[in-house]
């Protein structure tokens, strides 16, 4: 149903434009350019030189610029939103963009998944919160909602997925936390000490009909003390800024430890992912006349995606390239797996991964939601191949594309992105 636009929402179709993310964009902003954080910044540059491999590729190395200004941004976006007496509902991880009066820099990292719609609201520990909750028409394929203790969301602490909360006919839901258990309540998750925000993942497989859910909290008790003022806000942000290297730099070399092949799925809570995740992790070179394939079941999973990164572990440009597919946008094979192809010219197969000119990539696939126990289990396999040589060693029934199909794939691609940025 379109969105009341009134004192909080700021777009009928667009949940993300809301008055939260405005002012705490403005504001992490505004602490970006902060001489003590610049300091910061300039100090977390100079940690990541002195991990970067020696023989990180030129093209990578002409990244790196961008890498640090996201990483960084991510950690100051991140604090803006850190006041747990005052809670406000953030998108974050997030590429940037014009929009809701202003420039928002990028915030790509740690294995960034640019089909999601990642946000965080601050919780603590002796607070008593409401978050309400509104489905959208077409609503996200899989949500979760998970408690965290640090500020990279990588320490779970619970978690609660939406299939198992009681939704309303009309899409409209209620979430309370505070330090009481459960007990029964499918809408509850108890706040254990440590906590630090609920961090929500709206997983689209469809970017050109989802939205995801509109969100709203707030504190049902009194808060402790007066806002947290810049000044202390940017001291969170400074030590985001040079203790999440650490976090961040282990994110990156799990993709680093293995032959060039995708690894079996596993679960991927253990490494600071989404506990109700399997996930399998790829690193690859490839030169122009190579072609990687990569074959992968559905394993009855609600949600799936496979994503292209950087060797700094961001999503490569996701509107205008082919750099992921969801479940909603490949095209399966003739035996009902799904065929993905790595090169860096097109194939003219419709699973494209398109490397946007890298040499090297990181690769993620994921299955997220698994309501059938009897699909079977996850399972994946890869090879690289000539490029010369791909036609015959794809798998039977691999769906080709022509090049104006391939065209009307990329202008469809662009529009539904834009959505994601809709302010009106």
């Known amino acids: 149903m379109p969105l009341d636009i009134g004192d909080y929402f700021l777009s009928a179709i667009n949940p993300v434009a809301n008055v939260d993310q405005r002012d705490l964009e403005r504001l992490a902003i505004r602490l970006f350019e902060r001489p003590d954080v610049k300091a910061a910044r300039d100090r977390a540059e100079i940690m990541w030189r002195r991990v970067t491999d020696r023989l990180m590729p030129a093209d990578q190395m002409a990244l790196f610029d961008d890498h640090v200004a996201d990483y960084c941004f991510k950690c100051t976006l991140v604090a803006a939103n850190t006041d747990a007496n005052y809670p406000r ?19 790509k990292w740690g294995g960034d998944n640019p089909n999601n719609a990642y946000r965080i609201i601050p919780v603590a520990a002796g607070g008593r919160y409401e978050v309400t909750g509104q ?70 497989g469809d970017w050109a009909r989802q939205h995801p859910d509109a969100l709203r909290v707030r504190r049902l008790d009194p808060p402790t003390r007066v806002p947290l003022t810049e000044d202390e806000l940017a001291t969170r942000a400074i030590r985001n800024i040079l203790s999440d290297v650490f976090y961040a730099y282990y994110a990156q070399r799990l993709f680093f430890n293995g032959p060039q092949m995708m690894t079996p ?51 490569l440009p996701n509107r205008d390239r082919q750099i992921s597919l969801t479940n909603a946008q490949m095209a399966p094979d003739a035996d009902g797996r799904f065929t993905y192809v790595l090169s860096i010219a097109d194939p003219g197969v419709h699973n494209w991964l398109d490397p946007c000119g890298l040499h090297d990539v990181l690769i993620l696939h994921r299955w997220q939601g698994f309501p059938d126990p009897d699909a079977g289990s996850p399972a994946i396999e890869s090879r690289k191949v000539a490029l010369a040589g791909l036609v015959d060693a794809l798998p039977r029934g691999v769906v080709r594309i022509t090049p104006e199909e391939r065209a009307a794939q990329i202008a469809r691609r662009q529009a539904a992105f834009d959505r994601r940025f809709a302010a009106d």
Do not use: C
């Open 89 to 107: 509902v953030l998108r974050v991880y997030s590429e940037g963009a014009q929009w809701l009066g202003h420039k928002v820099p990028g915030a």
């Open 135 to 204: 489905r959208q028409v077409d609503p996200s394929t899989y949500v979760t909602f998970q408690l965290v203790g640090n500020s990279t969301t990588s320490a779970t602490l619970a978690s609660l997925e939406q299939l198992d909360m009681e939704i309303g006919e009309d899409g409209r839901y209620v979430l309370t936390l505070d330090d009481n258990p459960a007990e029964g309540r499918r809408n509850h998750l108890q706040i254990v000490p440590g906590t630090l925000y609920l961090f929500i993942r709206d997983s689209m």
């Open 265 to 315: 799925p596993e679960g991927a809570g253990s490494v600071g992912g989404l506990v109700t995740q399997q996930g399998s992790l790829g690193h690859f070179t490839l030169r122009d006349d190579e072609a990687v394939i990569i074959t992968a079941n559905a394993a009855g999973a609600t949600y799936r995606d496979i994503v292209l990164h950087d060797l700094w572990l961001r999503s």
